[in-house]
């Protein structure tokens, strides 16, 4: 058993086999994806997002083992180690538990107190801390000498050597460590004459709240206007409360001059060494946690728009908008392969009619099914332009946040190098109308526009975030290997970027592959990738109608002995609810494969190759096309584009988001608008706030709904019999159940 495992298992509530074998299926290389989709049995169907924790908390554990060690083995070589000191170490369960019991051994550079140690004023310190009733002034005179100059040097020596022992106190440092958590505020204060400069702060000129309850997004607020110099913040408790904590463990007498110079001591170890140190722990501590907090949502709205409904294989016509540039039309075959491009000028009134025509006959010419224009500037003009043509095909404003980026990227250029950033952007824009999973994966997910500060988080921990959320779409929806770009299938379980190239380069040689099989063929492609990858890829070519399903290969010789038993072919089983439902899965199940994974096969087998991502459905925004056109009060169509902690952003169409603040989500109480709300959500939206030049719209939600009624406690009970799924729900719960089950 890994010596992580029970550790682990007791902190997340797992059995310490489930860890155990997580940690061994890592170990031996397998993708969080696989584990989760074909290792249920072995791991009692754990989740991505369980074994991801399993992994994230490995990686703890093992930091602070490491540094467990290596403070021991400092210790140990200075001689200092000691049966209590090493009980200590093993008592530790935190890094900063461990930090504080190294701290007196630490290597640092040299101290007031080391200096005064070496002028021989330890045993005044050491008489000090006695806080005996004595002239302690008469006996300050008895340690000066060549470097003590007077009897205050003495003192001041000996109440150095005192505030380095405060300062190094475990008991001290974890007492105060506590009253930072319960008590310190986190503060901050415009510098003088940044007043207008840092008018974007304005909120947090003169701040104040409590380290405990303060959101994450005001953190990093803070902490981005302290790092650009307009404001100065700190993290403490009230001073008199850290001190009397202090003065409570040192201070055992009554006062006499003794027990004054301690209280003088133990004021400059708080001010000088433990509050900043604290400051900068704690300040290190809510940057971390409100890193995790903004990268986890960051995370969960890629999440959401990266499972964006496609459009499917259409013909398309995608229109990249422009004013004085022109709109730059490309149009698309079924597979997104680019046919043709065009240059024209909608916003000419000279050139209108030139415009129309080509658009009609590029619409005629191309077969096409569809247009998808960029919503970004001219977006609804342009989109108002091919309305007045009349030519009855379904029409969507596509979200081209990020297309700029793509056109002008390596990968742009190496599948368009012959055309021009815009005709690249306008491709972009049509891809993703019909796959976004497949175009989107091509861009930094930084530049996609669904996150906060995210400039100002841990970029390592970012980028981690943002590739584990990637990989868990591509795999979450399956890949089409004869269709997928390199850069889909380099995000496919077991894959990378090398070994996607390999694939394409020999289904170019091949003309397609026609079975997973031949991905056995491909160089430097062994067993264990072929494990890893094989049930994600499908293969809609293929002789074997399992290799378009999400039915790994190594569970195939099953499901021919299902299809023996019911004396049909495979291809019968397909679909088949009916015969399916007649299967008992506990008859197939042998030592390698669990009634988990026999269940897996059989809902596969009922809707194979089943895309989790929604039909795509149309949507119009209201006739209004700017900021100015928005007027208090009006009720109107909108789409949700961003989820933050504080809110909702919604496209109503006027080029500005407006803002939805989560008191205007709902009518029940919610913290987080993810609660209610989704990615591309359509929401009717009640206009509250204009401010035109500052470019901001305040909405609401809940004002556009009626309030829910209230349910007496007999009718809860009784509406409970009725929607049994009601049943373990509390009342608010339950009528957010309710009212998004009549939405449906």
Same mark, same amino acid.
């Given at each position: ?59 703890? %554990? ?13 210790? *140990? ?16 369960? *935190? ?31 050491? %008489? ?48 105060? #460590? ?47 206007? /302290? ?55 704690? #300040? *290190?501590?809510?940057? *971390? ?40 039309? !490309? ?39 569809? $247009? ?12 108002? $332009? ?9 029409? /969507? &404003? ?22 021009? !950033? ?47 959320? !990637? ?9 089409? &290997? ?9 995000? !496919? ?44 890829? #499908? ?65 596969? &087998? ?6 989790? #991502?929604?039909?795509?459905?149309? $949507? ?28 909702? $952003? ?95």
């Amino acid at each position: 058993m890994n010596e992580f495992s029970t550790a682990i298992a007791v902190k997340l509530n797992f059995r310490a086999a489930q860890v155990d074998v997580v940690l061994q299926l890592l170990q031996e290389g397998a993708t969080i994806p696989f584990i989760a989709r074909y290792r249920k049995d072995k791991t009692g169907g754990l989740d991505e997002v369980q074994i991801q924790q399993i992994q994230d908390e490995t990686k703890v %554990l093992k930091e602070f083992s490491e540094r467990k060690i290596f403070i021991e083995k400092t210790i *140990t070589e200075q001689g200092k180690m000691t049966d209590a000191l090493q009980e200590k170490i093993n008592k530790a369960t *935190t890094i900063n538990e461990l930090e504080d019991i190294y701290l007196p051994y630490k290597p640092k550079r040299k101290t007031k107190a080391q200096t005064a140690k070496e002028n021989g004023l330890e045993p005044l310190a050491t %008489l000090m801390l006695q806080q005996k009733n004595i002239e302690l002034k008469i006996e300050a005179e008895k340690f000066i000498n060549e470097n003590v100059k007077d009897a205050e040097a003495a003192l001041q020596g000996a109440r150095d050597i005192i505030a380095e022992t405060i300062n190094e106190d475990a008991v001290i440092r974890t007492k105060l #460590r506590k009253l930072f958590e319960d008590k310190a505020l986190l503060q901050s204060k415009v510098l003088a004459d940044k007043e207008t400069e840092a008018v974007k702060y304005k909120d947090y000129f003169d701040f104040s709240e409590p380290v405990s309850k303060i959101p994450s997004h005001r953190i990093l607020a803070v902490l981005r206007g /302290f790092l650009e110099g307009f404001l100065k913040m700190n993290i403490a408790p009230l001073e008199e409360d850290a001190l009397q904590l202090i003065e409570n463990v040192y201070i055992t007498t009554s006062l006499n001059e003794s027990v004054e110079q301690l209280k003088k001591a133990i004021k400059d170890a708080y001010k000088r060494l433990l509050q900043p140190s604290l400051e900068t722990e704690f #300040r *290190t501590l809510l940057k *971390t946690k409100a890193d995790e907090e903004a990268i986890n949502v960051f995370a969960e709205n890629l999440k959401q728009l990266l499972l964006s409904s496609p459009l499917g294989s259409k013909r398309v016509l995608a229109i990249d908008p422009g004013y004085r540039t022109g709109c730059k039309v !490309v149009c698309l075959d079924e597979k997104g392969e680019l046919l043709h491009n065009d240059l024209i000028y909608v916003h000419e009134k000279n050139k209108e009619y030139d415009s129309s025509f080509t658009i009609q006959s590029l619409v005629k010419q191309y077969n096409i099914e569809v $247009f998808a224009i960029g919503d970004g500037t001219a977006g609804r003009e342009t989109e108002q $332009f091919i309305k007045k043509l009349q030519l009855n095909l379904p029409l /969507f &404003l596509v979200n081209e946040d990020g297309a700029s980026v793509y056109s002008a990227s390596e990968i742009a250029r190496e599948e368009f190098g012959e055309y021009d !950033v815009t005709v690249r952007g306008a491709v972009s824009i049509g891809r993703r109308l019909m796959d976004p999973l497949a175009e989107l994966v091509k861009i930094d997910p930084k530049s996609i526009g669904v996150g906060q500060y995210q400039h100002d988080v841990n970029q390592t921990r970012l980028k981690e975030k943002l590739d584990a959320t !990637v990989i868990s779409c591509v795999n979450k929806v399956g890949v089409n &290997l004869n269709t997928a770009s390199k850069h889909l299938l380099s995000y !496919v379980s077991g894959i990378g970027f090398t070994l996607a190239e390999n694939i394409i380069k020999y289904r170019n040689e091949i003309g397609g592959f026609n079975s997973r099989n031949q991905l056995l063929k491909v160089p430097r492609l062994g067993g264990k990738a072929y494990e890893q990858c094989a049930g994600f890829l #499908r293969v809609k070519e293929s002789n074997n109608p399992l290799d378009a399903s999400s039915v790994h290969p190594e569970t195939y010789s099953i499901v021919e002995n299902i299809a023996k038993d019911l004396q049909v072919a495979i291809a019968s089983l397909i679909g088949n609810e009916k015969l399916l439902k007649t299967v008992n899965a506990k008859k197939y199940i042998t030592e390698e494969v669990g009634e988990l994974t026999i269940k897996d096969i059989l809902n596969e &087998l009922n809707k194979p190759g089943l895309d989790p #991502r929604s039909e795509l459905e149309q $949507f119009e925004f209201a006739n209004i096309y700017k900021i100015e056109d928005v007027k208090t009060g009006m009720v109107i169509p909108g789409i949700v584009t961003n989820l933050t902690r504080f809110g909702a $952003f919604v496209d109503i169409g006027v080029k500005q988001d407006g803002l939805v603040h989560v008191s205007e989500i709902a009518h029940q109480y919610i913290t987080d608008p993810s609660e209610v709300l989704k990615l591309n959500d359509k929401v009717q939206v009640k206009v509250l706030e204009v401010d035109v030049l500052r470019k901001r719209i305040a909405l609401s939600i809940k004002q556009t709904q009626e309030a829910p009624a209230k349910l007496s406690g007999q009718r809860f009970q009784q509406t409970k019999k009725q929607e049994p799924e009601l049943a373990n729900l509390n009342l608010n719960d339950a009528l957010s159940a309710l009212k998004n089950k009549f939405k449906k």
